[in-house]
């Protein structure tokens, strides 16, 4: 026994030995490599240094998704979880952080995702009271369930109400992608302020850019609830922003007594440029009555501006095949025109044209419309005017066009043209170059006016075509010479200044 145990402990000792050995390299191994540093001594690294510089700027540290304090406050009461991760607050909930705040009947806050969730209260007719309003920077809007995401900063709304420049959209379903870009479909766009909209034109699927624009896919017109599948838009631009830009103009809808239900005023905006615009307007009504209308506003900056607009109707009236049924045409034309007074001192040119077939007014006035009242006025008139000042001599010049008609007794009077041409006073025997008193002689002058005038008057509308130039219109031309003669004094209290004067 005692021989095997000799046997056994020298067959492991070399093994003991070598073993402990590595541990001891590597042991003195460092504490030469610590003493070699500490001595300022490198060791010559057999492999290259890298040739590029290690960066000298730091690692950007991401910047937290919370940026400021998130303040909420409740009414009633407010729960928070276990692991102070969820905040729970009932009754007149609000929830603020940076520009946000939400407000609802009830709010769930989760700070480990960052969502938060809001929804209203049913009262005791079940209908929904205390609904979240979301209100960011100039935005805000009504929802009846809302989700948002303060680090993605989308949402998801149910029941949402938007203003969007002068309609509003409803919407069931919204997705809010970007702080003022939202995706709905199925979703409602009116002028119409009441909760549930008379007519509204019916959005497919939209993406609506708060205060720029609305895109949508195919939309009809919904009249009380009853869809006009024809004409149906393939696609649709409707322009929100609040300032200038092209996009479809919506129609109103509504009932008159006479032409039956309409849609009025839908068409196309253009925004041309800096200078002018144009809106198309069309309208259309159930009893076989139709309209256009035309109007531009232009406008350079210190030169001149003004408006321009034509409307042009076909009213229907009664029963086909009936005695009564009858179509009466009908137009109106309006223009203003101003120029800047310091554009050109010397010529001047304005207009304000108001006119109309005479039974325009009274049949085609409506509450809203652009100078609906104008059928409590009998009279219209209008005037285009242009002057000519002719620099560095004594002549002037104007020319006249006027108008003016009686919507009673539809006669109509026209001026085409007033023209008139004057000469300031001259004294032709006045020396330029003046020396010693002014002679007699030299205190002769004379100015001279010129009016030109083309009329008829008081002539009934239909019959104006027929009237011939110029047996029906009074023409002729005027002039006026007045001779200016020195003044002497009569005795002593009487002053004498003879003059002549030719017509």
Known sequence: ???????????????????????????????????????????????????IPVDSLKLKTKKPTIEDPIVYNAEDSIVVSFDGQKVYLYKNARVTYQQIELTAYYIELDLETKQIYAEGIADSTGTIVEKPVFKQGSEEYESETMRYNFETEKAFITKVVTEQGEGRILSDRTKKIGKETFITEKAKYTTCDADHPHFYMHLTKAKVISNKKIVTGPAYMVLEDFPIYFPILPFGYFPNSPTYSSGILVPMYGEEQNRGFFLRDGGYYWAAGEYFDLAVRGEIYSKGSWGVQTHTNYRKRYKFGG????????????????????????????????????????????????????????????????????????????????????????????????????????????????????????????????????????????????????????????????????????????????????????????????SIGYD
């Open 1 to 51: 026994m005692y021989k095997i145990l000799i046997t056994y402990s020298l067959f492991l000792f070399p093994f003991l030995l070598f073993g402990q050995e590595p541990e001891k390299l590597i042991k003195e191994t460092d504490e030469l490599a610590a003493e070699n540093l500490d001595a300022g001594f490198m060791p010559t690294d057999t492999i290259a240094a890298d040739s």
């Open 307 to 498: 408006g321009f607009d034509f409307r042009y109707n076909m009213n229907v009236y009664g029963e086909s095949g009936l005695d009564t049924y009858k179509r009466t045409p009908q137009y109106a034309v309006t223009w203003n025109h101003s120029q800047d007074p310091k554009a050109n001192p010397s010529r001047t040119f304005s207009a304000s044209v108001n006119l109309s077939s005479s039974g325009y007014d009274k049949q085609n006035s409506y509450e809203g419309m652009t100078g609906g009242n104008n059928y409590l006025n009998t009279q219209k008139s209008s005037s285009i005017s242009y002057t000519q000042k002719f620099e560095n001599t004594p002549f002037n010049m104007s020319v006249n066009l006027r108008h003016s008609q009686n919507s009673v007794d539809t006669t109509i009077s026209l001026s085409l043209p007033e023209m008139t041409f004057s000469m300031a006073k001259v004294y032709p025997f006045r020396k330029k170059v003046r020396s010693g008193p002014v002679k007699f002689y030299e205190k002769l002058g004379f100015n001279y006016t010129g009016n030109l005038r083309n009329s008829i008057s008081n002539v009934k509308e239909y019959d104006l075509l027929n009237k011939k130039f110029p047996d029906d219109w009074k023409n002729g031309i005027k002039h006026n010479i007045p001779l200016a003669f020195p003044g002497f004094n009569l005795a002593k209290y009487i002053n004498v200044s003879p």
